[in-house]
């Protein structure tokens, strides 16, 4: 089987729309889920739970990551929409950090920010996620 065929754009996407809605939203994540089960413009099944669930049980984890990478910005001087694409790419790589998968997923995530945010924040998260990547291959070495 190909990678590519293992990232669905729309399951990444509403992955990311709900990781970003959760930073305005005082709900547990599996309440602002259950909230969006009638919400036909993003999609609620168990690929999408599991991811937003995760990045929310490992987020001091993944916003340590962040922080050691971001080396000009403190993690909370970070846009929330970066920090939602960052979030949920390092999730997704800690997750199966195979080398074709990790590119994939940093090139469909920097394709949101792309799509969402501004040509900064496009160029920041690229940054940060190559460093993240670089630093899995200083791993593997």
Known sequence: MEVKK???RD???SEFIFI????FREEPVTELL??????EAVTVNDEVRNTVEGVFAHLNELDGVISGLSKKRAIDRIPKINL???RLAIYKIMGKPDKDYCAIIIKEVVDLVHKYAQDSDVSFVNGVLGAYSRSLKETEK
Request: aromatic share 6%; charged share 35%.
């Open 6 to 8: 293992v990232v669905k």
């Open 11 to 13: 399951i990444l996407e």
């Open 20 to 23: 970003f809605e959760k930073e």
């Open 34 to 39: 259950e909230l969006s089960l009638d919400n």
């Open 84 to 86: 939602a694409a960052l």
